[in-house]
């Protein structure tokens, strides 16, 4: 039986990162539609559930890589965002944020100095803010 499956899988695409989220998304769904008994709600995770294993069994696997890449980078940026906003909290006792106004670069200047005159490290414009 294992090989009749790895025979079928042969040139298929199978599962990735995608998928899997795919997957933990239509479990997801399929409980709230049991406790919320709404019948909309677990069509649409039938629905998931069939295009992951369509995704699975595809044997188009370019425009499939191509499609986990996508979700890839778009989980890194929400990383990178998150990061960010993590070492900002973390740094919020010592420094004050700005953003530019003219480019909207984010400027970091150290607390309690007053009214200073801050310089954009990016466009070079001088504005004043108090710290």
């Known amino acids: ?10 040139g298929r695409y199978g599962f990735d990162e995608l998928s899997k989220v795919y997957l933990g998304v239509t479990i997801a769904l399929m409980v709230i539609s049991m406790f919320a008994d709404s019948w909309l709600l677990y069509l649409f995770s039938l629905g998931l559930l069939v295009y992951s294993y369509y995704r699975a069994f595809s044997k188009n696997i370019s425009k499939r890589q191509s499609e ?8 890194y940026q929400q990383m990178v965002k998150w990061n960010n906003f993590k070492n900002r909290q973390a740094q919020k006792k010592i420094y004050r944020f700005f953003k530019c106004p003219q480019c909207k670069q984010r400027v970091r200047v150290p607390k309690g100095r007053g009214k200073i005159c801050i310089t954009c490290p990016k466009c070079k414009i001088e504005f004043i803010k108090r710290s």
Do not use: D
Not at 3 to 8: A, G
Not at 68 to 75: D, G
């Open 68 to 75: 986990n890449q996508k979700y890839r980078n778009f989980r």
């Open 1 to 10: 039986m294992k090989e009749r499956l790895q025979r079928f899988m042969l």
